[in-house]
């Protein structure tokens, strides 16, 4: 009975600390219950949190690849355009070259510009168009190429190289007069020699814009310009009538206001 009893007493024992492993064990830091083999999940989410930082830094990985990548993709196509433009301007001195022969050649060879004429006061006289391009230095319509040739040229006035631009915009009208790009080329080209000081060539060039390209929306700038150029050239008459041009035909336009100023101006 005494063995008995010693183990009755032993398993009395033994019997809370078999129960309070089974107890739920209360986590105030999360609000909520574990048991006592929630260290396993435990393990396998810290398992799990390796491997999604893994895929994150491969995905950066890829995506800095496809970055230098595009970069380089890019750096070749400027490359590119930079040898397009350089290869236009070649063209525009070559035709501007070819012209220039063909004018100097042969007497009956019409001059790309419009003979400079005077009206008695010393005042441009230049609204007449400038005659057709002849023989080989029209082409035909392409509108990718005349856009490229256009910005090349337009590229050089950002530049201010000023003598190339005159080149291009010249070499662009006689090539594509019929351009959508032609009347803005035919105005910047005036822009160009008026950079250059160049007030007879600078007139003559926005005289062709309301001549050649009527109802051009560059055609109120180059009749103020035109007015501008008569003004310092000390035609005053003949700049006041410009003046009154642009405010009749184009009242509306920041043109218009810059008229109506330099109108005040000389009395």
């Given at each position: ?35 006592g ?24 990985y ?5 970055v ?12 590119r355009i930079?040898q ?5 301007l ?44 002849v023989?080989?230095?029209?082409a ?29 915009f ?14 803005n ?57 410009l003046?009154q ?8 336009t ?10 005040e101006?000389?009395?």
């Amino acid at each position: 009975m005494k063995k008995g009893h010693r183990g009755y007493l032993l398993g009395l024992a033994l019997l809370p600390l078999s129960v309070a492993a089974q107890v739920p064990v209360y986590d105030g830091s999360s609000g909520g219950y574990q048991s006592g083999q929630s260290s396993a999940p435990a393990s396998s989410q810290s398992a799990a949190g390796l491997s999604l930082e893994g895929q994150l830094m491969q995905q950066l990985y890829q995506l800095q690849q496809e970055v230098s990548m595009l970069r380089g993709l890019v750096e070749e196509q400027e490359h590119r355009i930079k040898q397009m433009e350089q290869n236009q301007l070649d063209q525009y001195q070559d035709i501007d070259r070819r012209l220039s022969a063909l004018s100097s050649g042969s007497g009956q060879t019409q001059s790309p510009t419009a003979p400079e004429t005077s009206n008695g006061d010393g005042a441009i006289d230049a609204r007449a168009p400038l005659p057709a391009p002849v023989g080989d230095s029209a082409a035909p319509a392409d509108p990718a190429r005349e856009k490229l040739m256009y910005e090349a040229a337009f590229d050089l006035v950002k530049q201010r190289d000023f003598e190339k631009a005159a080149m291009a915009f010249s070499a662009f009208v006689r090539r594509y007069p019929n351009s959508e790009y032609a009347g803005n080329a035919q105005y910047w080209l005036g822009e160009v020699y008026l950079a250059q000081s160049d007030l007879q060539s600078a007139g003559k060039a926005f005289a062709q814009v309301p001549a050649r390209y009527p109802g051009h929306r560059k055609e109120a700038d180059a009749l103020y310009k035109l007015a501008d150029v008569e003004r310092r050239l000390g035609n005053s008459q003949k700049a006041r009538d410009l003046y009154q041009e642009v405010l009749s035909k184009h009242p509306n336009t920041s043109a218009a206001q810059l008229a109506r100023r330099d109108l005040e101006s000389l009395g």
